[in-house]
């Protein structure tokens, strides 16, 4: 764990990086990583409708599904970047999960601590949206065998031998399960291994009293769910965690635009100014924005594991889910570097990487 924590240095870097950074990523370190994620699989289902819901009928014209949960994108990523993923988590025995399972397996993604429940659903979200001005009509989420899990469940025990860093999606943690993730936990870090969670800030977030039960347990802190947060609420959000453990060493606020990283005492930015409108979408707002940020996640793992400087962990693992969610033809590694050939990455000074 020290040994992780003293070669994630502060790097210094000429104005233009991008021969650095392919330098970088053509050798990376190869040692070996092992991922275990306690994550959740889950899908969405929009439905689209032309007509006003004043009568509180609608009439569906199409609709589309999209699979979902950070447990699917974290270990995507790590299947595609070469981080050997193993996945904890419950689903149903429908048609769905089977499908993503299939998926997942043929990713590279280890799925034999996954447990189907027999008559299970696996949890799905329907959204009804209205075409014209783009909005969300309803918002239903059904959570299915969601509220079984248990990481009692599964015997974590038999994988510790090579098993480099576990990742805990924080939706996961509630009053139900604190007691035995806090013992998951402390089973890891004291075996060397490092370990991290999602605090999505909303809804699905860990309360305040669980996440001070934990926070000594875990050494990265991903902060998700903020769309345009001013930078001081988000500078103050990191002092507070890092105010409250012993051991945190980073907390990262994952924004498709703009990217901090509190790593230690130094704060570090990577940033992507895009054309795009701000305006919510029915893809926006059903996830595609949190589905960036599990990416990123998951890239963000990888390369910490990899002993890089704390920029570069995080300017790749940017790259790699922007490159992810444009669908680009290559993967993994390879696609960031495509991203690295398109864009200019410039050192911005003050700690701050620019991708123009």
């Not at 199409?62 to 993923?85: C, I, Q």
């Not at 280890?110 to 429940?117: A, L, M, S």
């Not at 790593?263 to 940033?271: A, E, G, K, W």
């Not at 963000?300 to 990899?306: A, E, S, V």
């Amino acid at each position: 764990m020290e040994q992780i924590r003293n070669e994630n240095k502060t790097m210094k870097r000429p104005k233009l990086l991008n021969e650095y950074t392919l330098y970088e990523i053509d050798n990376l370190p190869p040692h070996r990583i092992k991922t275990a994620v306690v994550g959740e699989l889950n899908y969405t289902i929009f439905l689209y409708t032309d007509t006003p819901h004043l009568s509180g009928k609608m009439e569906i014209s199409h609709f589309s599904k999209k699979w979902g949960g950070e447990g699917l994108y974290v270990v995507d990523s790590l299947a595609h970047l070469g981080g050997n993923p193993i996945l904890f988590t419950c689903t149903g025995s429908d048609n769905e999960s089977s499908k993503m399972l299939e998926y997942l397996a043929n990713a590279g993604v280890d799925i034999k601590n996954i447990k189907k429940v027999p008559d299970g659903n696996t949890p799905f979200r329907l959204l009804f949206i209205e075409r014209r001005y783009s909005r969300i009509l309803l918002d239903v989420n059904y959570t299915g065998v969601k509220k079984l899990f248990s990481v009692r469940n599964f015997k974590y025990e038999d994988i510790i031998n090579g098993i480099s860093s576990i990742h805990v999606e924080g939706s996961l943690i509630n009053d139900q399960t604190i007691d035995e993730i806090i013992y998951m936990l402390k089973y890891f870090t004291n075996r060397g291994v490092s370990t991290s969670v999602t605090q999505a800030i909303g809804r699905a977030g860990i309360n305040e009293g669980n996440l001070r039960k934990i926070i000594n347990n875990l050494n990265i802190i991903f902060v998700t769910g903020y769309k345009d947060a001013e930078d001081d609420k988000i500078l103050k959000t990191a002092e507070e965690l890092k105010k409250q453990s012993k051991s945190l060493t980073t907390v990262v606020f994952v924004n498709p635009h703009k990217t901090f990283i509190h790593h230690f005492n130094s704060l570090f930015s990577i940033n992507h100014p895009s054309k795009d409108s701000h305006k919510d979408s029915p893809s926006l707002l059903a996830g595609s924005y949190m589905d960036f940020q599990h990416l990123f996640t998951g890239a963000f793992i990888f390369f910490y594991q990899k002993r890089l400087p704390i920029e570069l962990t995080g300017l790749f693992s940017m790259l790699y889910a922007k490159a992810s969610k444009r669908r680009e033809e290559k993967t993994g590694v390879d696609a960031i570097k495509k991203m690295l050939h398109r864009y200019k990455i410039i050192d911005s000074g003050n700690n701050s990487i620019m991708i123009q």
